[in-house]
């Protein structure tokens, strides 16, 4: 059975870094490619990038460029996502989620949740 | 404006049949053969409920389906039940990947 765990909450102050992981249990990491996803209280989805768990490959959003850094340890079977220069806007649940390796955009197993709180 | 639009909320009655729909721009009009529907229920993850427009992941309950016509895409979900109520998203690619609003279904 395959289970995406994440890091837990985190509380940072405006101006620094939070880095979050998305460990896979139960399937080979390296196969697929993670997504990470935010979703602000009270608000909708919102897509943050992608990283293809076996080669490192990214994406990410236009949005967040330069302010995200997403990596992979195949080594640990676990994806990290790190956050730069948090603002208080940036207060969410960020979720990871694993591709099926045979169709794009289908996202089958998504991690917990870590809640993400920015404040002084 | 977002790429993808869907109402913000809908309401149905136990064991009708409902149809949410996600309407997209031109930006997506190319990869609109890759949307796919998420259900989220409060505090809880999404959870893939249709992927590449009509595509239902094992475990799904056949009352759930998808289509496309045009720029719209739709999740049909019939004999609704009260656990259907929850937050539905669609999602699809532009230039990268994209979620509407969001559709509140309350059963």
């Known amino acids: 059975q395959v289970q995406v765990v994440q890091s837990g909450a985190e509380v940072k102050k405006p101006g620094a870094s939070v880095k979050i992981s998305c460990k896979i249990v139960?399937?080979?990491?390296?196969?697929?490619?993670f997504q990470w996803v935010r979703q602000a209280p009270g608000q909708g989805l919102e897509w943050l990038g992608w990283i293809n768990a076996g080669n490192g490959n990214t994406k990410y959003s236009q949005k967040f460029q330069g302010r995200i850094t997403m990596t992979s340890d195949t080594s640990a079977s676990t994806a990290y996502m790190e956050v730069s220069s948090l603002r208080s806007e940036d207060t969410a649940v960020y979720y990871c989620?694993?591709?099926?390796?045979?169709?794009?955009?289908?996202?089958?197993?998504w991690g917990q949740g870590t809640p993400v709180t920015v404040s002084s | 404006q977002s790429a993808l639009t869907q109402p913000a909320s809908v309401s149905g009655s136990p064991g009708q049949s409902i149809n949410l729909t996600c309407a997209g721009t031109?930006?997506?009009?190319?990869?609109?053969?890759?949307v796919s529907w998420y259900q989220q229920h409060p505090g809880q993850a999404p959870k893939l409920m249709i992927y590449e427009v009509n595509k239902r992941p094992s475990g799904v309950s056949n009352r759930f389906s998808g289509s496309k016509s045009g720029n719209t895409a739709s999740l049909t979900i019939s004999g609704l039940q009260a656990e259907d109520e929850a937050d539905y998203y669609c999602?699809?690619?532009?230039?990268?990947?994209?979620f509407g609003g969001g559709t509140k279904l309350t059963v």
């Open positions: 999602c699809s690619y532009t230039s990268s990947w994209v």
């Open positions: 031109s930006s997506v009009a190319g990869s609109f053969h890759l």
């Open positions: 139960g399937n080979i990491f390296s196969n697929y490619a």
């Open positions: 989620a694993k591709d099926r390796s045979d169709a794009a955009g289908a996202w089958d197993y």
